[in-house]
């Protein structure tokens, strides 16, 4: 069984077991909690895509751990004239583990 949830603005497919990177939450280290904002479901070979199918599905979720995520580098130059300039930046991120879902 798979799902697709809504964590953070983005979507991602999920399996129970399933590792995952999401922008930062407010949720700290082994925390649980359960992400109700559930896209699609698949069940039975079924894709269940409907708002009163999808009203009481549930996906549990627990925070393994919140770290930075890649680097993204940004550079600037100017021909002749020397100018040079490197910024670089690094999102917060926080992996979760799928630990259950829940059909409705």
């Not at 199918?53 to 550079?75: H, R, T």
């Not at 020397?82 to 917060?92: F, L, Q």
Request: hydrophobic share 35%; net charge positive.
């Amino acid at each position: 069984m798979y799902s697709i949830v809504s964590i953070s603005g983005k979507q991602f497919l999920v399996k129970e077991g399933d590792i995952l990177e999401v922008y930062k939450l407010q949720q700290k280290k082994g925390e649980k909690f359960e992400i109700s904002d559930v896209v699609a479901l698949e069940k039975d070979g079924r894709l269940i895509m409907d708002k009163d199918g999808l009203k009481n599905c549930k996906v549990i979720a627990e925070v393994i751990k919140e770290k930075k995520g890649e680097k993204i580098y940004s550079f600037k130059k100017k021909s002749k004239t020397g100018y040079k300039r490197g910024v670089g930046y690094r999102d917060s991120v926080t992996v979760l583990k799928i630990s259950q879902i829940i059909p409705g």
